[in-house]
């Protein structure tokens, strides 16, 4: 081919090495399936080899009688049965010789001079009994320069010619058709009718008037195998075979080969990357669908955290209730003891202080330990609720696509992708299976003990929260500090009074600054409880997050690398049309 090529079609070529190589890039970050990948290995190994030229057709066309009539002899096996099992292609040799290439594909090699331009391919062909046959068949299209698609003149255009036809159309592959046995229709006028009907019907399968040689092989073979035969030369020209031998052999100069080599691998990048594209456009749909789903989580999060903090600030308010009701004891206490009936219990400190915690902080301690001790509780069943509503919406997502495989292309990203859904819905489950509820509770309270502990400066040790409470509560509130007691043997009839007013406005300053410490020190607790609780939710999701996040990152890179690459095989195709 390369005695042929001109600058421009040189450069076409090397640009479409350089394309398939960035398919096979795509194809490789796309886990395409090995077929694909050796579809495009043999695509760019067939740039640089000879003119290959396919025949296809159903069993019985006379695929294998044509080729023997177009080289002259019976060298391929004939008949009314399948009797083409494998791919043959016949290329020049200095002696007819026979090699087994694969399994399923041999050569043959014959001393006709053409074939040194030319490489025929006889095939299995389609609608056979062996379905092997017809995957043969099908796994060669891409490899071919140009389709010679035969159909029998007794059953042209079949259902299965018809859909094997499409699958070349995919390909991108011209396609000549050789209606045979023209020698079983009664005159001209059927042959006129079979023609229009194939005709027709390609026109609407391909979108375009192809070429069309109506032959009759038999007669053709029954002229050239025996040239000497009475009445041979008027037999050959009514089997009407050199028409089609002259397209092959004439027509099909070396410029109009080069031209289909160039265009066939152009065909097959545009199959693949359309299909890689579709693939990509799913793979992006699905992962879509995940990024809602990752966000649906993160909303429900968000709503959780808001709605703790508000249904927190409510709770906080029963224990200012408390701190309330203890001040309005203060107030009635000081009401009742600094004035002079009292002089003498103002002067007994030990009975002061006595009355002052069984009459103001009374039972305080033990009621803001029962809040503290619902407050935990709730906390805990929230974080444990929460954690249900996500694994129940993870393992609703797993159900609904478990089953789902997206195109044809690598079952990877799909496997992949299923199995992180359902390591992190596993992950969630058994999280939730082994929430235990009791310890957490147990854990939460030890935590805001030790901080309320820290406000009263004491050792947490075997004391209980209440107790941490009560010690909290006379050492903020002394009584003797309040009242100032020492100083009452001078105080008058005015003096009570002021000093009574002082106390509860100082009673009430320790009471809210008590109440802030309380605030700060439960809030703190409650802020590291809820951002602990959902830093735990966000790990178990993370790896299926991390995925759909680079996953949707990677796909949009391939998605660009295959625009780039429809949009360069649309170049290419302009190009070929236009070289002289």
Do not use: C
Not at 445 to 472: D, E, F, I, K
Request: aromatic share 8%; no cysteine.
């Amino acid at each position: 081919m390369k005695r042929i090529l001109t600058p421009q079609s040189e450069a076409i070529l090397q640009r479409e090495r350089d394309l398939l190589a960035r398919l096979d890039v795509v194809a490789a970050r796309l886990d395409a399936p090995e077929e694909d990948l050796r579809i495009i290995a043999q695509t760019r190994w067939q740039l640089d080899s000879l003119f290959l030229l396919a025949f296809i057709g159903e069993f019985n066309s006379g695929k294998s009688a044509f080729i023997n009539a177009l080289l002259g002899g019976p060298y391929l096996e004939e008949g009314v049965t399948p009797t083409t099992s494998q791919i043959a292609i016949i290329t020049w040799g200095p002696e007819k010789r026979v090699i087994q290439v694969e399994p399923y594909l041999q050569r043959l090699e014959l001393p006709i001079d053409w074939l040194q331009d030319i490489h025929i391919v006889d095939t299995p062909g389609v609608n056979v009994v062996i379905q092997q046959h017809e995957e043969l068949t099908q796994a060669f299209i891409p490899r071919a320069d140009l389709i010679l698609f035969v159909a029998s003149a007794d059953r042209p255009f079949s259902k299965s010619e018809r859909e094997f036809l499409a699958f070349v159309r995919d390909w991108g592959k011209k396609i000549i058709f050789i209606i045979n046995k023209l020698d079983i229709l009664p005159d001209e006028e059927s042959v006129t009718r079979v023609t229009d009907y194939v005709r027709e019907q390609a026109q609407e399968l391909l979108g375009l008037t192809p070429e069309i040689f109506p032959v009759s092989v038999r007669w053709a073979q029954e002229a050239k195998f025996n040239p000497n035969r009475p009445g041979a030369a008027q037999l050959l020209a009514a089997s009407r075979f050199a028409t089609i031998e002259t397209y092959i052999l004439e027509r099909l100069d070396e410029r109009e080969r080069l031209r289909l080599k160039l265009a066939s691998p152009l065909g097959v990048i545009q199959r693949l990357s359309e299909g890689y594209r579709r693939e990509v456009h799913e793979r992006l749909g699905l992962l879509d669908e995940d990024l809602k789903t990752i966000a649906h989580i993160d909303e429900q999060l968000a709503a959780y955290q808001a709605d703790m903090r508000h249904d927190f600030e409510f709770r906080l308010h029963r224990v200012d209730n408390l701190l309330l009701e203890m001040r309005a004891r203060g107030d009635a206490f000081f009401e009742e003891t600094i004035r002079l009936g009292r002089f003498f219990d103002l002067m007994n400190a030990s009975r002061l202080k006595a009355a002052f915690e069984e009459q103001v902080i009374a039972d305080t301690p033990r009621r803001i330990e029962q809040e503290v001790d619902a407050l935990v509780d709730w906390m805990v069943e929230r974080n444990y609720r929460q954690w249900q509503a996500i694994t129940g919406y993870l393992n609703q997502r797993a159900q609904e696509h478990g089953d789902r495989i997206v195109g044809q292309v690598g079952g990877e990203f799909d496997l992949n992708r299923q199995r992180l859904l359902t390591s992190v819905s596993r992950a969630a489950r058994e999280a939730l299976a082994s929430y235990d509820k009791v310890a957490e509770a147990r854990k939460l309270t030890q935590s805001v003990q030790t901080s309320l502990a820290a406000l009263g400066v004491v050792q947490v040790g075997a004391l209980g929260l209440g107790a941490v409470l009560l010690h909290l509560f006379t050492r903020a509130l002394d009584p003797l500090g309040v009242i100032a007691a020492g100083g009452v043997a001078i105080a008058g009839l005015f003096i009570l009074p002021a000093r009574r007013r002082a106390a509860k406005r100082d009673l009430e300053a320790k009471i809210e600054a008590l109440r802030a410490d309380l605030h700060a020190a439960l809030m703190r607790q409650f802020e590291a409880e809820l951002a602990r609780s959902v830093q735990e939710i966000r790990e178990a999701i993370a790896p299926y997050t991390r995925f759909v996040r680079t996953e949707q990152a990677r796909l949009e890179q391939v998605k660009e690398a295959l625009a780039g690459i429809e949009t360069e095989t649309f170049e290419l195709k302009e190009a070929l049309r236009a070289l002289p």
